[in-house]
């Protein structure tokens, strides 16, 4: 049966949830995660969860849960429901009790260096303490009493050969004996969850259908099918998504890799949520005709947990200058410049307008008149700083008097091209047309072509030899602040 039938039988969309934990800024594998969840969520009209897995006090902060959400605001897709499991506490406890009531638990008096659980037996390492697990349950209960600390530990079977199995959407079917599962804790020695128990808890009482997570979590999953069914619950269906990984193959690190691998950094650099969105999917998903350049809506009619691949998905940063237009992966940059490009004027300037005015006085107005001058040319969105500066400073930055200079021409040409235009653009129309007209009689009259007239006024009213179609940019600039750096550039060639 396929995912659209199944839901439509039960009657209602699917229920799953992102669940990170606030031990850090919004990684990019992370946001892809709860963007699989979201258009899963979206395509079969189903209930997207955020639940904060904040158990782990000594290493959640303040500041992580506030990047993890400026980070989540930023992508726009927003959720539907939202917990914190740090106010659950109560429930994770009552199921750890249950299960341990139904004799799947029991409690290890021994001091633990790791009461998340220990390595598995499948490395010749702990699996479980016999005494503990042999413990009379009088005597288990005398010491608990009396104050003795204690963790509380599930009993994986031991008798006989028994494997605990699941089908992975992406991964297909998986089977792992008991033998090599360790006797995994449910309560740490200070009564609180460990995240094993946290996370089924929760997962079973949120009613969700589907896990989607990073293919790392695979094999904690062995763990979780044991928890559900001794909590008397059906587990869910499970999806691992391929891991991030760097070009050199090794697993995106926040420690290793820094701010490339921070959502806050892509939104910082001038990348569009939308064209984000359609990047970090493309990395280890694909839709059935190949297709690049999606919008959101798009996004959400193609997705299925089939398009999922199993290889790794390479971020092609570049180490030396990542958290740059360099450094960042190039079909991230190309898609971002292809969403920019497919903006309307309105909706653009308005992106852009807060980026100019961290330097200059701009009013939207004049933003609109700018933003068609360099649309074309932008990949990121703080591209404009450098790109449209020219069009809002009093006075150019300084340049090469030689780039004045025109092909095949000398520093006296460039003097008589500047003056002429000058006279012509005193009193010409400053509309397209009219210039057009006007530059290009003038340099018949200089003998010249086009282009060599135009390059000495484009050097002169822009400061650069790549920038706007001319005409445009002077219909923009306007009359006055045309011929003054028209006058300015003269003077510079004059005084070399």
């Not at 079969?44 to 000594?58: F, N, P, V, Y």
């Not at 200079?405 to 005193?426: C, H, S, T, W």
Request: hydrophobic share 40%; aromatic share 8%; net charge neutral.
């Amino acid at each position: 049966m396929s995912e659209s039938a199944r839901h439509q039988a039960r009657g209602s969309g699917p229920r799953v949830r992102f669940a990170p934990s606030p031990t850090g800024f919004l990684h990019v594998g992370s946001a892809r995660t709860f963007i699989f969840n979201w258009l899963y969520a979206r395509h079969h009209q189903g209930t997207m969860i955020l639940r904060l897995d904040d158990t782990d006090a000594e290493r959640n902060t303040k500041a992580s849960v506030a990047s993890i959400f400026a980070g989540l605001r930023w992508l726009g897709l927003g959720w539907d429901e939202e917990y914190r499991q740090s106010d659950r506490l109560e429930l994770h406890r009552k199921i750890a009790w249950k299960i341990f009531d139904c004799g799947y638990a029991y409690r290890d008096f021994t001091p633990a260096r790791n009461e998340e659980g220990e390595s598995s037996g499948t490395q010749g390492t702990w699996l479980f303490n016999p005494s503990m697990r042999a413990l009379p349950q009088v005597e288990s209960d005398r010491r608990a009493a009396a104050g003795e600390p204690f963790a509380l530990r599930f009993r994986v079977p031991r008798e006989g050969e028994q494997r605990v199995r699941f089908r992975d959407a992406v991964y297909g079917e998986q089977a792992k004996s008991t033998a090599d599962i360790e006797d995994f804790a449910l309560l740490r020695s200070d009564g609180l969850p460990t995240y094993h128990l946290a996370s089924c808890g929760d997962d079973a009482d949120l009613g969700i259908d589907y896990v989607i997570r990073g293919q790392d979590h695979l094999s904690n999953t062995f763990k979780h099918v044991l928890i559900f069914e001794a909590a008397g619950a059906k587990p869910p269906h499970f999806a691992h998504l391929p891991l991030l990984v760097a070009p050199d193959g090794s697993k995106l690190s926040k420690r290793r890799h820094g701010a490339v691998v921070s959502v806050t950094t892509y939104r910082d650099a001038g990348f569009l949520p939308e064209a984000f969105i359609n990047f970090l999917c493309l990395l280890g998903w694909s839709p059935k005709n190949n297709r690049e350049k999606m919008s959101r809506q798009e996004l959400v009619e193609a997705f299925s947990l089939e398009g999922i691949h199993r290889a790794n998905a390479v971020v092609n940063f570049k180490e030396a200058n990542t958290a740059t237009a360099e450094g960042f992966d190039r079909k991230a940059v190309w898609l971002n410049g292809e969403h920019i490009r497919s903006l309307g004027v309105e909706e653009l300037s308005e992106r852009l307008l807060p980026i100019m005015r961290e330097k200059f006085d701009v009013d939207l107005c004049q933003m609109r008149r700018v933003t068609p001058l360099v649309q074309e040319r932008i990949e990121l969105l703080r591209d404009v700083l450098r790109l449209a500066d020219f069009f809002f400073v009093d006075e150019l930055p300084p340049y090469d008097p030689a780039e004045l200079v025109p092909q095949k021409g000398d520093r006296a040409l460039a003097r008589r091209i500047l003056e002429r235009a000058r006279q012509v653009l005193a009193d010409s129309e400053f509309t397209h047309d009219r210039l057009d007209s006007a530059l290009r009689s003038a340099a018949q009259e200089l003998g010249l072509k086009p282009g060599q007239m135009f390059q000495p006024i484009r050097v002169a009213v822009c400061g650069r030899k790549n920038a706007p179609p001319l005409f445009e940019t002077l219909e923009v600039l306007g009359r006055e602040k045309t011929l003054t750096r028209i006058a300015r550039a003269a003077a510079k060639l004059a005084e070399s």
